[in-house]
């Protein structure tokens, strides 16, 4: 808007007598005079408001808000090349942004799409995008509230995301912490020496089945698939990978697997069934370090949005 018009006839009238085709527009140019705010998209339904646009849309063009910069896209940058995008997260009520992810901007694609596997059930996230120009960071771009909802218990490394379903024993979880007991010759009491190691182990065991098995619902096994399936897990639990262990009641730590033991059913009917169990040890803090040694960051998945002169995107 510029102030004291509003394009739409009402109180001083139209800038023009008649209007004017904006069809084809490529260029804008504006100068003599002090600007707030210049918005263009590709929404071809105009509303009679005078509202101002509070969010930047896919069908944006430019924003450009001359906070001391000419930058009009979704991202500022304060005029640098940006190299990189970061992506924070922050606890909805908190002011502590975490770095989740990183990767390489490619001025190819407008649309990135990542998968945050790494969130605590019940949780209530705010996500941040920033631009980054080798070390120099942009401002910060914020989100919605997302909130987190999920049921089950999940096993994640930088590959693949397993969940437990059937038959699944949680055994007990140990806090454990290192200390040392010295007993001196001349004292009627021990000396205890305590360390500062302080993480968590347990064990896990569950039932997995292929999903030609489940879509059976009862009615058979498909040996040959559970064969295929169990391997599969045994080969994920001993590949030497951090893990991310998730459940519903909130527990979510970074973990390595050990001890694999596969122990079939009992009887001719349900022999070709197995439990597979394990051992887990907490490794450390999920944080963006930890877990790109860890290669634990997810890739992000590149694409384009194209848009029609009637301003329809499609998303190739």
Known sequence: MIIGYNFF?????????????????????????VYDEAYIDLDM????????????????????????????????ADGFKVTHIQLHRSLVGE?????????????????????????????????????????????MLFSDAVPVSYEGIFLTDGKDNKRLEFDISLGDVVHNGASSVNVPLNGQYPIVILGNTDYRSGSLSVLPLSDSTVNMYGAGIDKLQEQINRNSWISFLNNRKAKVLRMDNGVLILVHTQNAKVTHKEGDTLRDLATIGFDFIEIGNLNFNMMMSAGL????????????????????
């Open 9 to 33: 006839g009402h109180e001083e009238g139209t800038v023009f007598d008649t209007p004017v085709c904006t069809d084809m527009l490529d260029e804008l140019i504006i100068n003599q005079g």
């Open 45 to 76: 339904n105009v509303t009679d408001t005078l509202s101002k646009p509070i969010a930047w849309e896919i069908k944006t063009i430019l924003d450009a808000k001359f906070r001391g910069d000419l930058d009009a896209g979704s991202l500022g």
């Open 95 to 139: 002011e502590k942004w975490d770095k989740i992810a990183q990767f390489k901007y490619d001025d190819d694609y407008n649309v990135y799409d990542f998968i945050d596997r790494y969130v605590q059930n019940g949780a209530i996230y705010r996500y941040a995008i920033v631009p980054s120009a080798n070390d120099v960071a942009g401002d």
């Open 297 to 316: 960051i997810s890739e992000v998945d590149l694409s384009k949005a194209v848009f029609a002169e009637d301003g329809t995107v499609t998303v190739r």
